[in-house]
């Protein structure tokens, strides 16, 4: 703290060469003025400057160079007095401003900011840091007034000003507040320049200032957004930016600004959640007891509840669960939500609960309230539909009744969006053997994917050709799968059998023996290429093919053997 005073000492008696009296409401202005200390990450002091209060719950202002690079920073006031900033409000380099807040331990003194700009010529005073019991300062004359904003204002003064001036406020005769010097870059000048009070205290935090480049090169926290729904959004995308344990921080600060925000206890719950630990689990539990207390809109609370047990649950990896939170305590908080408004979104839920604990009628009947509603959708379809798929003994063209309005909902030409519901309807379509409708499908599916398929998709439509005799399309298809993946093994093998399906003999065994040259130990290679050359009469290598499956294990070529080594 010497050190600090030692350098505070030096500002002071830099002042004094230029001192004057100012008017009598300077004793009581200069309570307002306060010097600043900021630090680095090593806690090694890294500037010091001036500053003051511009309203008396903490809020100030001063130069942002002063703060840039700072990891922690302290106001000194008049009275001497050491407080920590507590987090920053807003910041522009370009005007080189920053507001911010600190900690007060009683009422705060505050500069009354004017209503309006001072005319040219007229008087103004600069306001020093100062511990003296009688304040001195400067006055000068307004040369020029720029407007720089919505009734900001940028000045132009005739006054010689040095470094340990910058961020002091010039007033105007009635002691109100016009502005902050700034850092002259000529310090021989006779002018100086200052920045329009309005101007620096709009700064504030918003929805998108996680980004801010400027805000961000200050490692000091950041406040909130002062208004509420800017506030909420700040929340969202700081948490894919923040470590649990800054978020958590901020969290804090969101519920303590805005305790009757329901959302603040459900995304502190869901972080307490994340610990896995009874510590915080209990404390989660009081924070889903305070959504429900503060909570405008009771059904919006037992819904969130509700959504946060499912996951919970989901989340488990077979360990053991906290108190209560179950399925069945998930369950009961959703349907107290329907008990007050049947929301489609509340069935959805619901639907969930119901399938994760395997109850797939019930899932079902609340996934068909959900496609009742103006929420339905194809991905509401969807999951009525591989829902009522694992119900015992169900029609499964029924399925793809449901999976026909999944896809309804997209028009044709197919895009990528509608690609996952063209690809699972043809796979229901194919278990149905409805292979033809299933191409159908696959087809559009290659169109909406622009032909951006692997060669599993190569395979699965190739297999569903053969099914209805269209072979040119399943060699097509084989072929393409091999080029993409060259050293699939079972690959080769099902090329191989689609050439001897349609009696390419030499096809076949060519792929065969590729198959068995990427796995000289694999049994169904050597059976098939056996069969082949025996049906085309070259029964000595296809005996001897035959053999080796055999060993290999084969069931299927003993069998061949019996048939045709006689």
């Known amino acids: 703290m010497k050190k600090i005073y030692l350098l505070l000492i030096g500002g002071f008696c830099f002042q004094t060469m230029f001192a004057q009296s100012l008017p009598k409401w300077a004793n009581k202005a200069k309570k307002a003025v306060f010097s600043v200390v900021t630090y680095n990450k090593d806690n090694k002091i890294l500037n010091t400057g001036n500053g003051f209060y511009i309203d008396e719950s903490g809020t100030a202002v001063s130069d942002y160079t002063l703060f840039k690079g700072a990891h922690h920073a302290v106001v000194v006031t008049a009275d001497g007095k050491e407080l920590p900033v507590k987090c920053i409000m807003g910041a522009n380099d370009l005007y080189d401003v920053v507001k911010f807040k600190t900690e007060t331990d009683k009422k705060t003194v505050a500069l009354q900011p004017a209503s309006q700009a001072v005319p040219q010529g007229a008087t103004v005073y600069l306001l020093p840091y100062s511990t003296q019991k009688a304040v001195n300062g400067q006055s000068g004359s307004v040369e020029k007034v720029d407007t720089i904003g919505n009734n900001a204002y940028y000045y132009t003064i005739q006054m010689q000003t040095g470094d340990k001036t910058v961020s002091c406020p010039i007033m105007n005769a009635e002691g109100e507040v016009l502005g902050l010097i700034q850092k002259n870059a000529d310090a021989e000048s006779k002018v100086s320049y200052a920045v329009g009070i309005s101007y620096v205290s709009s700064l504030s935090i918003n929805a998108l200032s996680g980004n801010d480049y400027t805000l961000n090169s200050i490692g000091i926290k950041k406040g909130l957004p002062e208004d509420e729904s800017q506030a909420l959004v700040y929340l969202y995308m700081m948490s894919s930016q923040l470590n649990r344990e800054q978020y958590l921080e901020l969290l804090n600060d969101f519920i303590t600004q805005y305790p009757r925000n329901m959302e603040g206890y459900q995304r502190r719950a869901a972080l307490y959640m994340e610990y896995r630990d009874d510590t915080h689990n209990a404390l989660a539990t009081q924070d889903l007891e305070h959504m429900l207390e503060v909570a405008s809109k009771p059904d919006e609370a037992h819904f969130n509840i509700a959504k946060l047990l499912y996951n919970y649950q989901i989340n488990l990896n077979g360990a053991q669960a906290y108190a209560s939170w179950t399925y069945e305590r998930a369950l009961e908080e959703i349907n107290k939500a329907l008990e007050i408004a049947q929301e489609g979104v509340y069935y959805q839920v619901q639907g969930d609960i119901y399938f994760a604990m395997q109850k797939y009628a019930e899932a079902y009947a609340s996934y068909e309230k959900v496609n009742q509603s103006s929420m339905a959708s194809a991905a509401t379809f969807y999951a009525a539909a591989k829902t ?136 169904p290679a050597y059976r098939m290429l056996g069969y082949c050359q025996v049906q085309q009469k070259n029964t000595k290598e296809g005996i001897a093919n035959l053999q080796k499956a055999k060993e290999l294990g084969d069931t299927v070529a003993d069998e061949l053997l019996k048939k045709y080594n006689k």
């Open 388 to 523: 009522k798929e694992l119900i015992k003994d169900v029609d499964k063209n029924e399925v793809i009744a449901l999976m026909d309005s999944a896809v309804a909902r997209f028009n044709e030409p197919y895009g990528k969006d509608a690609a996952p519901y063209l690809y699972e309807r043809a796979r229901m379509k194919n278990e149905l053997k409805k292979y033809r409708e299933a191409v159908i499908d696959y087809n559009h599916f290659y169109d909406a994917m622009m032909g951006q398929v692997s060669a599993e998709f190569y395979l699965i439509r190739e297999q569903a050709e053969m099914q209805c005799r269209m072979y040119q399309q399943a060699i097509n298809d084989i072929n393409k799968a091999v080029e993409l993946e060259p050293k699939n093994v079972d690959l080769w093998i099902e090329k191989g059998g689609v050439h001897l399906r349609v009696n390419q003999a030499e096809e076949a065994m060519k792929a065969l023996r590729t198959a068995l040259s990427l796995d000289p130990k694999n049994a």
